[in-house]
């Protein structure tokens, strides 16, 4: 039995930030009680950048080990890596390039001299690596940060597109008509693999979406991130949870942060 959701209610942007690097820190100290790496995969778009920042602040920077993190992307814009449009980018220069991570801890997608779907194999290939795993296990990371658009894609999972059908690989590229684009993102056999997925999700053209995914069971595609067995937080700003009724909320566990 898949476990519920958690939502967790935060009043804004900048507490959404806190709230994430202070999770981000408890889950990495707890991991690496009983591990030796604590592998994480970072998601894309303009909400993690606060947290980035307050990470690689000196108040969190130094309560990380990050000589133990290995740092992933859970989809990529297929962009040069120094493009602005790139997560790898965004996520270097707002926390990497401030953290002593070592370079080799770094994943970041291969999108420049390669099809899509040679990066996304490649990708699936440096994932397997750093986790050691046979061919035939799905790795489970001990974090995935996702965040949602207003259209309820998650990652690179866009409605209608075909990386949404995917079930025997845990990259895959996905081309977006709507951008007209391409994307390499997880599928859901990994991100569904977790141990724990947390959704950042913040601004009231979001609210929408998010009562129907939490509330109503759509058929979106943040929908269908369900840990097998992994934990599932959902982290809102009031804005959007302005139309998801969190008292009468169907999730396993509702808490409100100050
Ligand atoms: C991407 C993302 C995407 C993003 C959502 C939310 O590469 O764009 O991974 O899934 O998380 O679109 O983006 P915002 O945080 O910018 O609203």
Known sequence: MRPAPKVVQVPDAA???REAARRFVHETTNTLARAEVFRVALSGGSTPKAMYRLL??????????????QVFFSDERFVPPDSEESNYHSAQEGLLSSVPIRRESVHPVMTVGVTPEDSAARYEASIRSAFGDADSMVPAF?????????????????PETD??????????????????????????PLLNAAKQVMFLVQG???AQRVREVLAEGADLPAAGVRPHNGRLVWLLDQSASSEYDLAASRVSDVQRTS
Do not use: C, Q
């Not at 990386?163 to 859901?188: G, H, Q």
């Open 15 to 17: 507490s959404m930030a």
């Open 56 to 69: 690689a602040s000196p108040e969190f920077r130094d309560t990380v080990d990050w000589s133990r993190v």
């Open 142 to 158: 001990d974090l995935i940060f996702l965040g949602m658009g207003p259209d309820g894609h998650t990652a690179s999972l866009f």
């Open 163 to 188: 990386a949404l059908k995917i079930t025997d690989r845990i990259v895959a590229p996905n081309f977006v008509p709507r951008l007209d684009s391409w994307r390499i993102t997880f599928t859901y």
């Open 204 to 206: 009231p053209d979001k």
